[in-house]
């Protein structure tokens, strides 16, 4: 029932379809060094491709993410100004690389969110599909407040979220707001008391889990899709995806299961 654990950054653990990924940086705020980057990306890679997980959960215990560790970002003021544009860009370009990813997976990915939600961390949040979050949990850009433009597609989901102008209020002023204000936003699905965020993680992965996650998958990618399209190619793409659907076991098992009036037991 346990997964690999590929290092004490980033920790592990599948049971029964589930892969909860924890970030283990407590005393750095899980703050997004160049270990914890990696470690994130080859294991969310490993879980795209991992048929036997139908479901993730990226959390950081009692902090999600901190945004980045402004300590290592301050080892590489001294270096001269083209190394120093050489070696950020090659960072954000390799964090990138999780978002993409997580948008990648054919599969639901649910981030489950107590205390700060910042910077990449708030980017790292809208990236998964799904996210439940604490009623302490907070939430910030930031990245204007260190004299900076945002990284991690943040860009990219904000404008699609809320529209232009809120887009731009909360990237140009890095204010803080609160789980409930994000869920009216449209950033988070849920919020819940703190002492409840894991068992209703643990529920909403269950049930994301027993579905049909080849059918999640296809509907995922016909969602991303919509945003870039016409009506008619949307449409053509629909007909395919469901025809594709049609001819899985999960489909004749969904049939049956409703005619029968029993639930249905999905394979994925």
Not at 19 to 35: G, K
Not at 84 to 95: P, S
Not at 227 to 240: I, N
Request: net charge positive.
């Amino acid at each position: 029932k346990r997964w690999i654990i590929m290092s004490n950054t980033v920790l592990t653990k599948r049971k029964e379809g589930v892969l909860t990924i924890t970030m283990n940086r407590p005393e750095a705020l899980n703050a997004l060094d160049r270990e914890l980057s990696e470690t994130l990306q080859k294991i969310i890679l490993t879980a795209e491709q991992d048929k036997k997980v139908r479901c993730v959960v990226i959390r950081g215990g009692e902090q999600f993410m901190a945004g980045g560790d402004l300590k290592y970002f301050a080892e590489n003021f001294d270096v001269n100004l083209n190394e120093k544009r050489i070696m950020f860009e090659g960072f954000i370009n390799h964090v990138h690389k999780i978002i993409i990813s997580i948008r990648r997976m054919p599969k639901p990915v649910v981030a489950s969110i107590r205390g700060p939600a910042a910077g990449f961390g708030l980017s790292l949040a809208m990236a998964c599909d799904l996210a439940i979050a604490a009623e302490d949990a907070f939430f910030t850009l930031a990245y204007v407040n260190i004299g900076t433009s945002p990284d991690g597609g943040s860009t990219f989901a904000l404008p699609r979220i809320l529209g232009d102008k809120k887009a731009a209020e909360i990237a140009f002023l890095g204010d803080r707001f609160g789980a409930a204000a994000a869920k009216e936003l449209g950033i988070i699905n849920w919020v819940v008391a703190g002492t409840d965020l894991e068992t209703e993680t643990s529920k909403l992965a269950k049930r994301l889990a027993e579905g049909p996650t080849t059918v999640i998958g296809r509907t995922k990618a016909l969602l991303q899709q919509s945003l870039h399209t016409t009506l008619k190619r949307q449409l053509l793409a629909e007909a395919e995806s469901f025809s594709s659907c049609a001819v899985e076991p999960d489909f004749d098992e969904g049939i049956s299961a409703f005619i029968a009036k029993r639930k249905p037991k999905f394979k994925g």
